[in-house]
């Protein structure tokens, strides 16, 4: 990592300004088992979809519950497939939070289908069962609702004291699709995220909780949803390659039922992930405790708004750690992003909402003063770094400038 050098640094016994490495937004953490299982998979000679997935696909449907899990090439083909095997049409109603990244309301766009746009819940940055209420008053004929576990926290998908957003898409005969691409793994209370909706989606991108380099999963407990997936997923073949070269007779045949797509994931992927697993506890652990070092020492701070946690912190996947800064403020959230650049510390913001994505905003007319909680979560989140190759003492030292640049009176 690059040392840079700032003029306001900490100083040293010396009085000279300290050098320090760069921290940067993000890192991947593949210090265990990564080199060996991915080199079992080269000198195999089968590179692509076989036993690696099969088992990566079986261990996260134990782990989560679900009963189906098929690896794919990217969170993204997940959710693409979902809509597909829910038999989303041109025309068809699809309700999206804003507050999300592009893919979550693309794959709508995909099926020409219509993308709903929903504002979030300012404390956690996911929507709510109000939210969802209003979105059906409004649009008595959609179809699906896709969910987002904003930062690694579910969204309140089950009753506690009021209905959760599944009772209220139930009770409207509303299917649920889960952009949990944060959320590998969560809970909300006792059930675990790919277990909850009628279909979850987890991304292994690079930058995620876990990775295969590029991936993806798609969970459901629904037979019939996890057959079209399987055909979609290659092809629309009517059983996958493996199988054609594992079973006994008819190697050579097979039908296509249907114009599919090449969202497989290749075996040496599934090995990155199948190393990945076998850390994913402690990695989660470690974040978590760097989002509790975080709490602790920015708590003091009137000008930031820190996470609010309606899970136990156990239950969160901790992929993001956002904090919000305040109008109050001594500077703007840019200004900080800069100083803080200057300190050798990256940081980023999860997201531009879709409203203001040019192709979104003028494919459907869409306006900033209707999505007013994603209008202020935009001007003020900050997303700081939080990830298992992150020392305590990179993380003291992101809170001790941030105290220096937005402490005191703000
Ligand atoms: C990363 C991400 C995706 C896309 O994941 P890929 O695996 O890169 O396709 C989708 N939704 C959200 C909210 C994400 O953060």
Same mark, same amino acid.
């Given at each position: ?15 000279? &300004?300290? %050098?320090? !490495?760069?921290? =940067?937004?993000?890192?991947?953490? +593949?210090?265990?088992?990564?080199? #060996? ?118 969204? &309140?998908? %089950?009753? !506690?004291?009021? =209905?959760?957003?599944?009772?209220? +898409?139930?009770?409207?005969?509303? #299917? ?122 920015? !708590?003091?701070? =009137? ?108």
């Amino acid at each position: 990592m690059n040392p840079v050098l700032t003029e306001d640094r900490p100083k040293n016994s010396r009085g000279e &300004p300290q %050098l320090r !490495s760069v921290i =940067p937004f993000s890192r991947i953490d +593949c210090s265990g088992n990564e080199q #060996r299982y991915i080199s079992e998979v080269l000198e195999s000679g089968w590179l692509t979809t076989a036993s690696k997935s099969a088992e990566l696909e079986s261990r996260i449907s134990e782990m989560t519950g679900a009963t189906h899990a098929l690896a794919v090439n990217s969170c993204t083909s997940a959710l693409h497939l979902a809509l597909v095997a829910l038999d989303i049409q041109p025309g068809d109603k699809v309700l999206v939070p804003t507050w999300t990244f592009a893919a979550t309301a693309e794959v709508v766009q995909y099926l020409q289908a219509v993308p709903v746009f929903l504002d979030v819940d300012y404390a956690t940055g996911t929507i709510t069962a109000e939210n969802v209420e209003a979105a059906i008053q409004a649009h008595p004929d959609a179809k699906v609702l896709m969910v987002v576990h904003y930062g690694g926290q579910a969204a &309140p998908m %089950l009753d !506690s004291e009021s =209905p959760g957003i599944v009772s209220v +898409c139930r009770k409207h005969g509303l #299917r649920i699709v889960e952009d949990a691409a944060h959320a590998f793994p969560a809970r909300d209370g006792e059930v675990a995220v790919g277990n909850i909706g009628d279909i979850t989606c987890f991304s292994f991108y690079a930058n995620k909780t876990m990775t295969t380099g590029e991936g993806g999963m798609l969970l459901t407990n629904d037979d019939e949803i996890a057959k079209r997936a399987r055909v979609m997923r290659l092809h629309g073949i009517d059983r996958d390659v493996w199988a054609r070269f594992t079973q006994p007779k008819a190697k050579w045949e097979y039908d296509v039922i249907a114009a599919g797509f090449k969202y497989n994931m290749p075996d040496i992927n599934a090995a990155l992930g199948l190393a990945q697993l076998e850390r994913l506890q402690p990695m989660r652990a470690h974040r978590q405790a760097v989002a509790k070092r975080y709490a602790d020492g920015l !708590s003091s701070l =009137p000008a930031l708004t820190l996470p609010s946690l309606r899970v136990h912190p156990e239950h969160h996947a901790w992929h993001l750690y956002t904090v919000y800064v305040n109008s109050s403020a001594r500077m703007s959230r840019n200004e900080l992003i800069d100083q803080l650049q200057q300190d050798g510390i990256g940081t980023s913001v999860h997201y531009k909402p879709l409203h203001r994505l040019s192709y979104y905003r003028d494919t459907h007319s869409l306006r900033n003063e209707d999505f007013p909680v994603a209008e202020q979560l935009w001007k003020e989140s900050l997303s700081l770094p939080i990830y298992s190759l992150l020392s305590m003492a990179d993380v003291d030292y992101i809170v001790e400038r941030l105290h220096v640049h937005i402490g005191g009176n703000g």
